[in-house]
């Protein structure tokens, strides 16, 4: 074990850690268990989709294990093919150590119990928040500096104006400082976290007033885009890029301003449970928004059940299965995924792709529409 290697610099590193600090880094009661995720869900989640970014992942990860910070668990007979990350109980204080999530010494605890803070920080001499005393005295530093005129930053400026480090506030925004109760990032530090900005073609003319589409990735988004130029179905069609769309939806109000006016948003991704959840989470954070909910393509689904090829699902039963509403989003169909998903099985969407879509002329306007029925 090298002792001058350091996972803060790793992007699976912080990825992992900001993982655990979301599930379990502010809570009290001391776990029983330790932390894992499944490596593909945990990819899809980074949205690292190509060949060249997942081989960068793995080698990461696998520099992480050789340095005793992770366990990995392969998938059985097949050992070069990795099933599960595992942060053990016994390096966890390892990791809050290099990340600065530690309890405070004897004298930060006193600093912290005698320091004036900011009427918004009232909470912090009462509080467990294992951060250190200089980063949260910047924050108070900041609200009481603040003027009327501050404006609205991204998360990584604010971060590095606070602490010379631009990624720092991305890990401190998922700890017990920023609970409803507490610290906000846009009210309190004037900031946002940024989604990825959505890739997307302007429908025909004729389409101007239609719904947008949005797909899950990009083949089948190129092949919708050519497939749009003849049927004028959709105003615009966007590149969701996996998991990004969940908070790329706050790009969609500048898509709105581009089309001039809000309009439906259609959703059409695999069928696995991560494209299940990314229309979902997407959808309620664009409600918190005020945007437009993300309803499913019904006629791209239909599709993809009656003709698309089954695969098996990268996950284990482990991991258990989502509950019976997890499937209401794709109402009528949610027997059918439901099933799917419960065989092992996956449709990846890219079965209705441009083969499939130009296959089917001449077809009309109406016959691909979406129902809500």
């Known amino acids: 074990m090298s002792s001058s290697f350091n996972p803060t610099e790793f992007i699976i590193g912080r990825a992992l850690f900001a993982a655990w600090i979301k599930n379990r880094g502010s809570r009290s009661e001391i776990a029983q268990r330790p932390f894992s995720r499944n490596w593909e869900e945990f990819l899809e989640a980074l949205g690292l989709q190509s060949g060249i970014e997942r081989g960068d992942a793995e080698r990461e990860l696998r520099q992480l294990e050789a340095n005793q910070w992770v366990c990995l668990k392969t998938i059985a007979h097949r050992p070069h093919l990795i099933d599960r990350v595992i942060l053990p109980l016994a390096e966890e204080e390892r990791w809050k150590t290099i990340f600065k999530f530690i309890p405070p010494s004897h004298e930060e605890s006193r600093q912290i119990q005698d320091f004036p803070w900011h009427h918004t920080l009232q909470f912090i001499p009462e509080s467990r928040l294992n951060l250190p005393f200089e980063e949260l005295k910047q924050i108070d530093q900041f609200l009481k500096n603040r003027k009327s005129t501050t404006p609205m930053v991204p ?180 027997d059918q995924v439901e099933g799917l998903i419960k065989s092992g099985n996956r449709l990846a969407q890219e079965s209705i792709g441009w083969e499939f879509i130009s296959s089917l002329s001449p077809l009309k306007r109406e016959d691909v529409e979406y129902d809500s029925r």
């Not at 606070?162 to 530090?189: M, T, V, W």
């Not at 689904?301 to 019976?324: E, H, I, M, T, V």
């Open 155 to 334: 998360i990584k400026e604010r971060s590095l104006q606070l602490f010379g480090d631009e990624k720092r506030l991305d890990l401190l925004s998922l700890s017990s400082l920023f609970k409803i109760d507490r610290l906000q990032l846009e009210r309190d530090l004037c900031c946002q976290i940024i989604g990825s900005p959505l890739a997307w073609k302007r429908g025909p003319l004729q389409a101007n007033e239609r719904p947008v589409i949005v797909l899950e990735n990009a083949a089948t988004w190129q092949s919708y885009v050519r497939w749009n130029q003849e049927m004028a179905l959709f105003s615009a069609v966007v590149y969701g890029e996996g998991n990004r769309f969940i908070e790329g939806v706050r790009s969609l109000s500048d898509l709105f301003q581009e089309l001039h006016g809000a309009r439906e948003v259609l959703y059409f991704g695999d069928l696995d449970r991560q494209g299940l959840v990314i229309p979902q989470e997407a959808s309620r954070f664009a409600g918190d928004l005020g945007l437009p909910i993300i309803k499913p393509h019904l006629w791209s689904y239909r599709q993809l059940l009656q003709n698309g090829r089954k695969c098996p699902q990268p996950w284990r039963s482990s991991d258990g299965l989502p509950p019976p509403s997890f499937y209401d989003w794709i109402h009528p169909f949610e």
